[in-house]
């Protein structure tokens, strides 16, 4: 089993800065993907970003590729976002994931095995 826990999230006004954490226990996730989802009041939960086992690390392309950089630290088992700028549209609440088979696409929810509770984000404009 492996538990997630998401933090870093908060009110942010539009232009700035924001970097969320994900940290895993319970089992190394030094051979899992990880990624990032949110979710807006009302909307799916749709893909952000991920990163491979390998530091492959791929972007959603009409929402956050060019603001968003995904990483992770093997060694403190956790995964990180950042984001610059912000933008109203960035509000939600922002998921991390987990997921032990390598050959399954990054950007479906369906490929995740473990998920976090959530960290809600919120951009004032």
């Known amino acids: 089993q492996v538990q997630l826990v998401e933090s870093g999230g908060g009110m942010v006004q539009a232009g700035g800065s924001l970097r969320l954490s994900c940290a895993a226990s319970g089992r190394t996730t030094s051979t899992y993907d990880m990624g990032w989802f949110r979710q807006a009041p009302g909307k799916e939960r749709e893909f952000v970003a991920a990163?491979?086992?390998?530091?492959?690390?791929?972007y959603d392309g009409d929402s956050v590729k060019g603001r968003a950089t995904i990483s992770r630290d093997g060694p403190k088992n956790t995964v990180y976002l950042q984001m610059n700028p912000l933008k109203s549209e960035d509000t939600a609440v922002y998921y991390c994931?987990?997921?032990?088979?390598?050959?399954?696409?990054?950007?479906?929810?369906?490929?995740?095995?473990?998920w976090g509770q959530g960290t809600q984000v919120t951009v004032s404009s």
């Open positions: 990163i491979t086992e390998s530091g492959r690390s791929a």
């Open positions: 994931a987990a997921k032990s088979y390598w050959g399954s696409p990054l950007e479906r929810r369906a490929s995740y095995d473990y």
